[in-house]
């Protein structure tokens, strides 16, 4: 019996089986815990379903986190099946228009493409832990976002992204303040760069890739199956005494100043 057995998990931002989400589903269903996914829209609904399958995820909802009535919707909908709650919310969203993340920041950077990245990726966050906060407190459940190191330090072409998971790290902090007392632990993991739909649109990606495994102690990058299993214990018991943290999941890249080649 896995360390999940008996447990819920709602997982948002599944794209497609390259995705860390589906990384996370696929640890957690291991361990034993039910699995409940979503997809953005019709074009990615049929790559979500084959992940959903993969899982042997029942529950398939249609979900536009910068839209409250559709996380309401969602929230109704996932209280007919499970009624008395959850025990895991995964919040892996975020998005910038792609000319954001190109060149200098400065350079690059519009008073629109700031407020999707923030709403997109920080907020939706916010919007996810509100709507889902009752269900969450039912079960005394733990709720979790990924981030990565560009909210800490400057990243070539990773930009206004990189404001956004700062503010998104914010969150965690404040959201763990808010519903700790309710029982409800509030973690995110800064994950080493992987290959997924979303990296896609940085620029240079490859160097990023190549320069992580360079630098990193472990020499090499992590994998998407590292990052879900980190998620699968941050969402057990056995973390019980673990919120507010950002766990780093990157074979140890944050820590090393330069690379033995440097």
Request: hydrophobic share 40%; net charge negative; with cysteine.
């Amino acid at each position: 019996m896995g360390f999940l057995a008996g447990k819920r998990a709602f997982i948002v931002g599944v794209a497609n089986d390259s995705s860390i989400a589906f990384g996370i589903a696929k640890a957690m269903r291991r361990e034993g815990a039910e699995i409940a996914l979503t997809f953005q829209n019709e074009r990615l609904e049929r790559k979500v379903r084959s992940c959903a399958e993969q899982v042997d995820c029942d529950i398939l909802l249609p979900l536009d986190v910068n839209d409250d009535a559709a996380i309401e919707s969602a929230v109704a909908e996932l209280q007919k099946t499970w009624t008395d709650g959850i025990d895991i919310l995964v919040h892996a969203v975020g998005f910038a228009p792609r000319e954001e993340l190109q060149g200098d920041y400065l350079e690059a950077s519009t008073r629109e493409g700031f407020k999707i990245a923030h709403e997109t990726s920080a907020y939706s966050f916010v919007a996810l832990c509100k709507g889902f906060k009752d269900m969450l407190v039912q079960r005394q459940g733990t709720a979790l976002t990924l981030s990565y190191l560009g909210a800490d330090r400057i990243v070539p072409n990773y930009n206004v992204m990189g404001l956004a998971k700062a503010s998104l790290e914010a969150s965690v902090r404040y959201l763990a303040g808010s519903l700790g007392p309710k029982g409800v632990r509030v973690n995110g993991i800064s994950a080493g760069p992987i290959r997924t739909l979303a990296s896609a649109g940085i620029s240079d990606f490859k160097k990023m890739l190549k320069k992580n495994a360079a630098q990193a102690p472990l020499q090499r990058t992590v994998t998407q199956e590292e990052v879900g299993n980190t998620a699968a214990f941050l969402c057990s018991d056995l973390a019980s005494g673990i919120t507010s943290e950002i766990v780093y999941v990157d074979a140890g890249y944050r820590n090393s100043a330069m690379s033995s080649e440097d």
